[in-house]
């Protein structure tokens, strides 16, 4: 398979890879996808004043899905919160010029996205 320029550069050095320091009050996750049917997605943030402050992420899957993830959270550090739900699998794959056989990956993706949001909007009560 071809890769675009963006989606190997992304792959070789992933932005925000790995976990956040602290616990859960500090920090919210999201998750989506199953590591056994090839694709697992998991996000981290940290917000403050309703602000995107850190992210990161955790991917087990394809470049495509890599380089989305690593996109992603260099995108939505430093925007609102409200961005997570906003950003979507469509601007991913076109950013990535991603396959259309990739979509379901970007899809994944956004679904972390909104878990993420749902598990800090539950903190906020």
């Known amino acids: 398979m071809h890769y675009s320029r963006i989606v190997a550069d992304y ?35 940290r917000v403050r004043d309703r602000e995107i402050a850190e992210m990161s992420f955790q991917a087990f899957g394809c470049p495509h899905t890599i380089a989305a993830c690593s996109l992603a959270t260099e ?37 972390a996205l909104r878990n993420c949001f749902i598990a800090w909007d539950n903190t906020q009560a």
Request: aromatic residues 2%; without cysteine; hydrophobic residues 45%.
């Open 11 to 45: 792959f070789a050095r992933p932005l925000n890879a790995g976990t956040l320091p602290g616990n859960a009050n500090s920090v919210s996750s999201g998750a989506a996808g199953d590591r056994a049917l090839g694709t697992e997605v998991v996000f981290q943030m």
């Open 75 to 111: 995108r939505l550090t430093g925007q609102p919160v409200d961005a997570l739900v906003e950003l979507t699998a469509e601007s991913l794959a076109e950013t990535l010029e991603a396959p259309v056989e990739k979509m379901g990956r970007m899809l994944l993706i956004e679904d």
